[in-house]
């Protein structure tokens, strides 16, 4: 479909495929370009259209997901998110870490970004990085495009939404099936201890796709749970907005390291937010220990067996600490230099 004929309603669709192939009616493409402000009313950051089942690039695509685009059931028309939190000021802060050539740490606030909408050049990202990381043999969902909304601006920068084929129309995330499992379990010592073993099996194999992300030469994103869709014993890899290639940004060295272990951390850290829960502290050093068990692999065990559960978690504290050198668990540091020069061995 070329977008031509959407530039007057507002938006410029940047599709790979036509509608006809996914059996998209366009008239509901249209319905996205119909409001050139933001809406008042939204629900979530994603509209979600269920498709007859077909398979585009490998992938069994049974939805088509907006990204970026809310959606309201009011009058069934799709519309951008809203709210003075979006678009009208008052930009979320967030903190973005990296680290110079001699490994100091340099916290600093990341770029002003609205919350739940997508500016277009993380938009054009997303669509970009699902087409990489497919291409490097990675699980992702099936990149369709991205589009421009002509007249929303954050900041005074563009906003747009990205297309994105489903296999999985609930859209399900790994944190949200945690969260249930863990309010279905009873307080009873076999359901709890069910519940952990569990929880530690999904750690390890969402930290494994995470170790397979680095390897094919990939970081960032903030990989946390919500980042990962777990269905059987395959995962998927979601939200590639902030993903980059560091060897294309020309970043080496110490730099890469810190990229490293900053996903690491944040990665740990969503697991640690439920380790830390009343319920399950006395199995924290399992639930943490399942991140470097997935990551690191078996051959890991004794420099895991040298650290304290908290060891995973210490990242934070350290970002209160501007320009300070690596100040890490030792074993840590050592796994992760390692698994550095092994993955840049193989590529």
């Given at each position: 479909m070329?977008a031509?004929?959407?530039?007057s309603h507002?938006?410029?669709?940047?599709?790979r495929?036509?509608?006809?192939d996914?059996d998209?009616?366009?008239?509901?493409?249209?319905?996205?370009?119909?409001l050139?402000?933001?809406?008042?009313?939204?629900?979530?950051?994603s509209a979600i259209?269920d498709?007859?089942?077909?398979?585009?690039?490998?992938?069994?695509?049974?939805?088509?997901?907006?990204?970026g685009?809310?959606?309201?059931?009011t009058?069934?028309?799709?519309?951008p998110?809203?709210g003075?939190?979006?678009?009208a000021?008052?930009?979320?802060?967030?903190?973005?870490?990296?680290?110079?050539?001699e490994?100091?740490?340099?916290?600093?606030?990341a770029?002003d970004?609205?919350?739940?909408?997508?500016l277009l050049?993380?938009?054009?990202?997303?669509?970009a990085m699902?087409?990489?990381?497919r291409?490097?043999?990675?699980?992702?969902?099936?990149?369709?495009?991205?589009?421009?909304?002509?007249r929303?601006?954050?900041?005074g920068r563009?906003?747009?939404?990205?297309?994105?084929?489903?296999?999985?129309?609930?859209?399900?995330?790994?944190?949200?099936?945690?969260?249930?499992?863990?309010?279905a379990?009873?307080?009873?010592p076999?359901?709890?201890a069910?519940?952990?073993?569990?929880?530690?099996?999904?750690?390890?194999s969402?930290?494994?796709l995470?170790?397979r992300?680095?390897a094919?030469?990939?970081?960032g994103?903030?990989?946390?749970?919500?980042?990962?869709?777990?269905?059987g014993?395959?995962?998927t890899?979601?939200?590639?907005?902030?993903?980059?290639?560091?060897?294309?940004?020309?970043?080496?060295?110490?730099?890469?390291?810190?990229r490293?272990?900053?996903?690491?951390y944040v990665?740990?850290?969503?697991?640690?937010r439920?380790?830390?829960?009343?319920?399950?502290?006395?199995h924290?050093?399992?639930?943490?220990?399942?991140?470097?068990?997935?990551?690191?692999?078996?051959?890991?065990?004794?420099d895991?067996?040298?650290?304290?559960?908290?060891?995973?978690?210490?990242?934070?504290?350290?970002?209160?600490?501007?320009?300070?050198?690596?100040?890490?668990?030792?074993?840590?540091?050592?796994?992760?230099?390692?698994?550095?020069?092994?993955?840049?061995d193989?590529?």
């Amino acid at each position: 479909m070329s977008a031509a004929p959407l530039a007057s309603h507002g938006i410029t669709l940047e599709l790979r495929l036509l509608p006809g192939d996914l059996d998209l009616d366009e008239r509901r493409l249209l319905a996205v370009a119909r409001l050139e402000e933001a809406a008042d009313r939204y629900s979530g950051r994603s509209a979600i259209v269920d498709l007859p089942p077909a398979m585009v690039d490998g992938t069994f695509v049974r939805a088509v997901k907006l990204k970026g685009v809310g959606w309201t059931d009011t009058d069934g028309a799709f519309r951008p998110p809203s709210g003075d939190s979006y678009f009208a000021g008052g930009p979320t802060r967030w903190l973005h870490v990296d680290y110079d050539d001699e490994g100091r740490m340099l916290p600093e606030p990341a770029e002003d970004r609205p919350w739940g909408a997508l500016l277009l050049d993380r938009a054009r990202n997303e669509d970009a990085m699902l087409a990489r990381v497919r291409a490097a043999g990675l699980p992702a969902p099936a990149p369709l495009g991205c589009g421009r909304f002509e007249r929303l601006r954050f900041a005074g920068r563009p906003t747009g939404f990205v297309v994105i084929g489903l296999a999985d129309p609930d859209d399900r995330r790994a944190g949200r099936d945690v969260l249930a499992r863990e309010t279905a379990t009873p307080p009873e010592p076999a359901a709890e201890a069910g519940f952990v073993a569990w929880f530690t099996g999904l750690t390890r194999s969402v930290a494994a796709l995470q170790r397979r992300v680095h390897a094919a030469g990939f970081t960032g994103g903030g990989p946390h749970l919500g980042n990962f869709s777990a269905t059987g014993a395959k995962v998927t890899l979601h939200d590639l907005d902030a993903l980059e290639q560091p060897a294309a940004l020309g970043i080496t060295g110490a730099r890469l390291l810190g990229r490293r272990l900053r996903d690491y951390y944040v990665l740990a850290a969503s697991v640690g937010r439920r380790a830390y829960e009343p319920r399950w502290r006395a199995h924290r050093a399992a639930l943490l220990r399942a991140v470097g068990e997935g990551y690191f692999g078996a051959g890991a065990a004794p420099d895991l067996d040298r650290m304290q559960p908290f060891d995973h978690l210490r990242f934070w504290s350290q970002l209160q600490r501007e320009g300070s050198l690596f100040d890490l668990p030792e074993p840590l540091l050592d796994l992760m230099l390692r698994a550095l020069a092994a993955d840049q061995d193989v590529r």
